[in-house]
């Protein structure tokens, strides 16, 4: 993604570290140029903006459950399996699927349902 615009720092650069700087795992030189490209860049902080709102929407959503190792240890995995990929060069590709819990107060068990579409999974998750 690029605005078209002359920056010191390309989108693309800043977009592909976004999740690092929403995380606070850049050093804080790398920081300051990201902060200075949202400044610049009204397409990119729109996007930031975006990741933002939906990392706090997860968060409320999912952050008092804590993660099943075995989970943790697929998605760490996969993450290895992926800088494996980008370092030889090999095409990316990403499956994501999203599952729900759906808590009714007559049941004993909560249900879980895989949901295709995420916007879906966020609106039943605010109760919407």
């Known amino acids: 993604m690029s605005c078209g615009d002359p920056h010191d720092t390309e989108c693309g650069e800043v977009l592909d570290h976004l999740y690092e700087f929403l995380d606070n ?4 030189g790398d920081c300051d140029k990201l902060r200075v490209h949202f400044e610049e860049c009204s397409p990119c902080l729109k996007q930031y903006g975006l990741e933002q709102a939906i990392k706090a929407l997860i968060k409320r959503s999912c952050g008092c459950d804590d993660t099943p190792a075995d989970l943790r240890g ?3 995995a996969r993450i290895d399996s992926i ?3 980008q370092r030889t060069g090999e095409a990316l590709v990403v499956s994501v699927e999203t599952t729900i819990e759906v808590h009714a107060e007559a049941a004993a068990q909560p249900v879980t349902q895989p ?4 916007d879906r999974a966020a609106q ?3 109760g919407t």
């Open 83 to 85: 800088r494996a990929g």
């Open 74 to 76: 697929k998605v760490l």
């Open 124 to 126: 039943a998750a605010a």
């Open 25 to 28: 795992e850049m050093a804080e």
């Open 115 to 118: 949901v295709a579409d995420p």
